[in-house]
């Protein structure tokens, strides 16, 4: 890895300029992405900070399970919550308030059938056994364990946890960026 191709692949990471009339790339796969944890991270593109985005979220029927205002970039969607947890798949939209006449892409996230789950949580166990405590490395190690299980929005939230543990260490927020590019999560320029 030249320092060339390394600086090339970081800057290719950027923010990505929107113009008006471009939907909001959520950071999610196209398909459907499958969640073992109990918390999902919906991040997404956002070209302004003071934007007000709308996030949507909907059954696989497209009826409305919530709504909230946001000037983030990012929610939590809590997989327990009373409304979400019948709900096989969610489907989740981003809307720009500032320019809501941008029809929203939807992303899918599934939550894991009780046997894939049972499979995860064991090889889960044996890759953790013998960890007490939450570090940023244990994360790092997590994320790459769920992103080889294309467990991709699991991975996404356990390379923000390495970040927030270790915001100083530049190998995890490489890793992070390298990951989003790896997944198509992010456009490259």
């Given at each position: 890895?030249s ?7 970081l ?6 300029h929107?113009?008006?009339?471009e939907p909001?790339n ?8 499958d969640v ?16 007000l ?24 969607i ?7 947890a ?25 939550k894991?059938?009780?046997?894939k789950t049972?499979?995860v ?24 364990f ?15 946890e390495?970040?927030t543990?270790?915001?100083e ?21």
């Amino acid at each position: 890895m030249s320092a060339e191709g390394k600086k090339n692949r970081l800057s290719a990471t950027g923010a990505v300029h929107r113009g008006i009339g471009e939907p909001i790339n959520i950071y999610l796969p196209n398909s459907i992405s499958d969640v073992y944890g109990e918390e999902a991270i919906i991040r997404w593109d956002s070209a302004q900070t003071s934007q007000l985005y709308k996030v949507v979220v909907k059954n696989m029927f497209e009826d409305i399970i919530f709504e909230l205002e946001t000037n983030e970039n990012s929610m939590v969607i809590d997989m327990k919550d009373e409304k979400i947890a019948k709900e096989n798949v969610l489907l989740v939209e981003v809307i720009d308030q500032n320019a809501e006449s941008t029809k929203p892409e939807a992303r899918a996230v599934r939550k894991l059938d009780n046997e894939k789950t049972k499979q995860v949580k064991t090889q889960l166990d044996e890759l953790m056994e013998g960890v007490e405590e939450v570090t940023a490395l244990n994360q790092f190690i997590l994320a790459g364990f769920f992103e080889e299980n294309n467990l991709l929005a699991d991975a996404l939230r356990s390379y923000e946890e390495a970040l927030t543990l270790a915001p100083e260490v530049d190998t995890f927020r490489e890793a992070y960026e390298e990951f989003l590019i790896r997944n198509g999560m992010i456009a490259t320029n």
